[in-house]
């Protein structure tokens, strides 16, 4: 009896779950400060938002197997870097710190996808 091959991960799948959880961490990050005011930016709050919103549109032009998906990739890779360099910056802040890793994961998860 042959075994099976064993599969590769799907690095596409895998990348959809972690843009995500990367969204989903930006906005709980946005409710946060939304809620304690003091001590951050406006310009963090935009780019929180930025990279939620660009993080989630890139999962649905991978769920839909864009064309258009590697480049897109591409900038949203480069967004999560912004993004966790500037959370970098509140290292005793448990939301950004969440996002910081969130955003480490989607540039871990763009690298293997766009390889």
Known sequence: MMSQPVKKPDKK??????CLDCSAACDLAI???????EGFTD?????LNDCSSYIELMAEFLG??????????????????RCKEECDKYPDVAELKKVA???EQCINACGAYLS
Request: charged share 30%; with cysteine.
């Open 64 to 81: 839909r197997d864009s064309e258009f998906s590697k480049p897109v990739c591409e900038v949203g890779r480069s967004i999560c870097a």
């Open 31 to 37: 409710q946060y400060i939304e809620g304690h005011p």
């Open 43 to 47: 310009q963090l709050i935009k780019l």
């Open 13 to 18: 799948k895998n990348l959809i779950k972690v």
């Open 101 to 103: 890793h969130e955003c």
